[in-house]
């Protein structure tokens, strides 16, 4: 920076600064986006990567679109098809809204599919990646959830009878099914009590958990880094030199992996040992 | 010098500089926060803060569980409804009646038989996954509109995925004054007809499963087999 400098800045851009100076002598937050955002990354990374960003982007697109949605819908089963009738007929942009909220779930469940297959394809989930991958699995099941719990909610006979079903096939999972089937719905049939607690579900406990297994994901992305594609150069050219080895300690004739033990270094001698 | 006493070795130093006597040997120490059984006041409070924590934690997390799951998991009471007399359902019909369920959304139906001298009442949910079956007098037979489960007019299964027949509802027929005139002997016989008047009550009761020979099960939920292996998932 001091080599750029050329004179007295401009005052604006000096309280600027001076303000982002005070919260970051307070909370390190520079230091904190730095890390995260400028991380170093392999050579072949390429649009394959984005798919993650894309999910989180569209989580944050259902978030606010949700958040808005929210405002009209009525979680009541005289009112909830109405409300949904007004939000997209009465409300203006409301179809537009809606249709983000609708077409996005739609799209989320693509993204986060494709996503999941560019990790499996390219290995990123071996180590140390293990538990980025356990994080990415339980936000699968929480996005499948969220569709679940959202379809419920236009109460019509498709939204209706297509969640009955769902349920009672979370209902036929051994021993514990039923159970989970009647904490579902709230007893043993659909009613009033099923809409409000799919609601409840579908707009604060799972966007909670959501929220916190996005955070624990990125905190492991960037603190293990994007993992090399497995066609990457420098990739290859380590499994290349790494069968060379191989071919040339076979013709060594001696087994792979018992190569002879080189010399031993010598080791610092330890205080007792001199008198 | 304070290298030195750590190892407690006369006389030596790391750097191996100085090979003389100690000036000072110190006297071993007998210090209470090595030994792994001594409660130091971290120790203490440590345990204090994670034993306050877990009974905050539980203290709002148990009446919480219980709040959304308690009341879900209690069965349905179910109770003897009156149909209407049994001039209503003609002789060699079968009458399809809403039955009152806790809620109207959940279309809650009986098909009510009366033939060949009895009556039988079978309920609209499918035995594959809940979708609500119906009835066509032409077939004189029951189809299923999500995953195309068929049945026979006794709600046997002809085809399609439902594992077990249509559940049916205890029937009975009673008096004006509420005097059982006839009960169901079994579900494949049951409520026999002969010798009521028209204006004997129809009433419908608590809802059971059978099997395919028409034996009687305690109802169970939609997928869920009666008989063979597949019926050991569900044990409680």
């Known amino acids: 920076m001091a080599t750029t400098n050329i004179g007295p800045k401009n005052p604006a ?29 392999p050579a072949e990374t390429s649009w394959f990567q984005t798919l993650g960003f894309t999910a989180m982007a569209l989580f944050g697109m259902q978030a606010i679109t949700g958040i808005i949605l929210a405002m009209y819908y009525k979680p009541d089963p005289n009112s909830a098809y109405q409300s949904i009738d007004t939000i997209t007929n009465d409300v203006t942009w409301g179809f537009l809204v809606r249709g983000m909220h609708k077409w996005g779930a739609s799209a989320m469940i693509v993204i986060v599919f494709l996503h999941m297959g560019r990790v499996f394809f390219f290995g990123s989930y071996k180590y140390p990646r293990e ?64 809409l409000s607690r799919f609601y409840s579900i579908h707009m604060l406990v799972i966007p909670g958990g959501m929220a916190t297994f996005i955070g624990l994901h990125m905190f492991l992305v960037a603190k293990l880094g994007i993992a090399e594609p497995p066609y990457s150069k420098r990739r290859m050219a380590v499994e290349r030199s790494e069968e060379e080895a191989r071919r040339a300690a076979e013709n060594e004739r001696l087994p792979y992996g018992r190569r002879e033990v080189p010399a031993s270094t ?10 | 010098m304070a290298e030195s006493q750590g190892d407690g070795t006369a ?103 009366n033939g060949d001298g009895a009556l039988t009442a079978i309920w609209n ?80 009761g608590r809802p059971f499963s059978v099997d395919k020979d028409l034996k009687p099960y305690a109802l169970h939920g939609p997928g869920e087999s009666v008989t063979g292996v597949l019926s050991h998932l569900y044990p409680f």
């Open chain 1, 13 to 41: 851009v000096k309280a600027g600064e001076a303000a982002l100076d005070y919260v970051d002598q307070r909370t390190g937050v520079t230091t904190g986006a730095k890390w995260f955002l400028f991380r170093n990354i």
């Open chain 1, 131 to 194: 538990l980025t991958w356990v994080t990415g699995a339980i936000l699968l099941i929480m996005t499948m959830f969220m569709g679940l719990t959202g379809y419920l909610l236009v109460w019509d006979q498709k939204a209706y009878w297509a969640t009955v079903v769902a349920v009672n096939i979370t209902a036929s999972a051994p021993i514990i099914g039923p159970y989970i089937a009647d904490i579902l719905r709230a007893g043993p049939e659909f009613g009033p009590q099923t």
């Open chain 1, 266 to 275: 010598p080791q610092p001698v330890k205080a007792e040992g001199r008198s």
């Open chain 2, 11 to 113: 006389g030596g130093t790391r750097g191996g500089q100085y090979s003389g006597p100690a000036a000072h040997a110190p006297e071993p120490v007998h210090d209470h926060h090595d030994d792994p059984a001594f409660i130091t006041r971290t120790k203490f409070l440590t345990g204090v803060a994670v034993v306050t924590g877990g009974v905050m934690t539980a203290a709002i997390l148990v009446p919480v569980v219980g709040f959304a799951a308690a009341d879900a998991l209690k069965e349905e009471p179910w109770q003897w409804v009156d149909c209407g007399p049994l001039s209503d359902f003609p002789d060699g019909k079968t009458t399809s009646i809403a039955v009152s369920g806790p809620y109207p959304e959940s279309d809650r139906r009986a098909f009510v038989r």
């Open chain 2, 125 to 204: 949910r499918c035995a594959h996954l809940g979708c609500p079956v119906s009835y066509s007098a032409g077939s004189d037979a029951y189809a299923c509109p999500c995953h195309g489960g068929a049945y026979d007019s006794s709600g046997r299964v002809v085809g399609g995925p439902p594992p077990r027949p249509l559940d049916r509802f205890d029937i009975k027929l009673v008096t004006a004054a509420g005097k059982d005139i006839a009960r169901q002997e079994s579900p494949a016989a049951g409520c026999s007809t002969s010798g009521a008047p028209a204006d004997a009550r129809v009433l419908i």
